[in-house]
């Protein structure tokens, strides 16, 4: 436990709930002042921002180029402000961690926290922050919890329960191992492992907050409904998957009350989060986000973009100015009976994974799209994606990482398929030169025979 990481984030969540009270004219002249501070930090440190954004150092935002994921991870080493980090060095420190099996809540070299993700366009980025950085971030996954009334203190330890990923490298194993303390208890939970241990882990933890991916929410909703599991959280967050009405319904029949849909990813954290009234409110003191046409002309409120510009206001490590995301969203306006002005998102369309039922011994076997990232994302050069078919399972690769060979990715996935419980399923493993996409431009990872 990291007292004076823990101390941070309690003095940041006091000092936020002030931000509550904000209007609008309060909000903008923060984000302003805020992002001044921020570009002047990117041309004093960044070599990549000052070429970036030749000749447009005192240009609005909305002049800036964008930035995507390929620009910074193909010029890391010159994106970020502290010259002593080199991405090849921290590629190494994830590795290590993922095959030691160590603790991804304490720091690197004592001064580094660093995660890992494939993304929606299926590019590996990773990303770094320092402890004032971190502290924000685990700030801003707190608030999430604020919003929705749930209370945390001394006398009332929030129990939380998060089922995702425990991979060390992935964003939310690092958080909730940096949250982990007394006042926090925290029960980690593997998305892929077995039903029946997952629910038993829950029945004795019982937790106070449900936190998971949509897909792992619903079927611990069917758990609940049928019997075997017994628990009363006062909330239940979903996050880092769409949050489908049909599943919200499925959740809120289980345990009584609508889920909360946290918005957040690995390169912003929080980026929005509902309210008590259930409107989710944009975290616009911490980024601006910017809805924009296929050109990267900003589209009014109460129309959806075709992807999503964010500009993360305390990023100092590695500046996100402008940072390209493949989500869609729709903004709406201000005003809530919450009482806070932070604009309102009414609708994401976000990363689009199935979860796939292949056969097993017994019926069906449900495969989470983790279970292929565990495989893949250190395996593929620019991304991959698994295509259900009638007849088995196809893998495109966009490329090998060195030392990657297509007989390795194939019994790879197929030993963890096997691991899983699934039978009788052929993997056909290419390599292609760009990943299929949807008439919409995405790339999910996983498809399935449904969605195709």
Not at 172 to 185: D, E, H, I, K, N
Not at 325 to 342: V, Y
Not at 407 to 433: C, I
Request: with cysteine.
């Amino acid at each position: 436990m990291d007292l004076r990481l823990i101390s941070r984030v309690l003095f940041l969540r006091a000092a936020w709930r002030r931000r509550d009270h904000w209007d609008a004219a309060r909000i903008t002249a923060h984000q302003d002042h805020a992002l001044q501070e921020l570009r002047r930090a990117a041309y004093a440190g960044s070599e990549f921002y000052r070429r970036h954004h030749a000749g447009l150092h005192d240009a609005p935002l909305d002049q800036l180029p964008s930035v995507t994921k390929a620009d910074l991870m193909d010029h890391f080493d010159e994106a970020v402000t502290t010259p002593d980090l080199r991405l090849a060095d921290l590629e190494k420190h994830l590795r290590s961690l993922t095959q030691s099996g160590g603790d991804p809540g304490v720091p690197w070299q004592g001064r580094w926290w660093a995660a890992a993700t494939a993304g929606t366009t299926g590019r590996r980025g990773t990303f770094i922050w320092n402890r004032k950085e971190w502290g924000i971030i685990l700030a801003s996954y707190a608030r999430a919890n604020d919003w929705a009334g749930i209370s945390a203190g001394l006398t009332r330890p929030l129990k939380m329960a998060l089922v995702s990923s425990r991979v060390p490298t992935h964003q939310s194993a690092v958080v909730g191992a940096s949250l982990r303390s007394r006042l926090v208890p925290t029960l980690r939970l593997d998305v892929t492992a077995p039903m029946d241990e997952t629910v038993a882990a829950l029945n004795r933890f019982q937790p106070r907050v449900l936190v998971g991916y949509a897909s792992a929410l619903k079927p611990l909703a069917a758990e609940q409904r049928a019997g075997r599991l017994h628990i009363s959280p006062q909330g239940v967050m979903s996050a880092s998957e769409v949050l489908t009405p049909h599943t919200a319904s499925e959740l809120e029949g289980a345990w009584g009350g609508a889920p909360f849909d946290v918005y957040a990813a690995t390169e912003t954290a929080g980026i929005a989060s509902p309210c008590m009234y259930r409107n989710r409110h944009v975290y616009e003191d911490l980024l601006i986000i910017e809805a924009v046409d296929q050109n990267g002309n900003p589209v009014p409120p109460g129309t959806t973009g075709v992807k999503l510009l964010v500009t993360v206001l305390f990023s100092r490590t590695l500046p996100l100015i402008r940072y390209e995301m493949s989500d869609t969203i729709r903004l709406g306006g201000r005003g809530c009976p919450c009482g806070r002005s932070f604009a309102v998102l009414e609708d994401i369309e976000g990363r689009i994974e199935d979860v796939l039922q292949l056969p097993g011994q017994a019926g069906h076997v449900n495969i989470h799209p983790i279970l292929f990232h565990h495989v893949l994302d250190q395996t593929a050069a620019s991304g991959w994606q698994v295509i259900q078919e009638a007849s088995g399972l196809r893998v495109l690769m966009a490329g090998l990482a060195p030392g990657a060979s297509i007989q390795g990715v194939s019994t790879a996935v197929t030993g963890a398929l096997k691991e899983a419980g699934v039978v009788d399923t052929p993997v056909d493993v290419n390599v292609v030169e760009h990943i299929e996409r949807t008439a919409l431009g995405k790339a999910p990872f996983v498809r399935g025979l449904m969605r195709r």
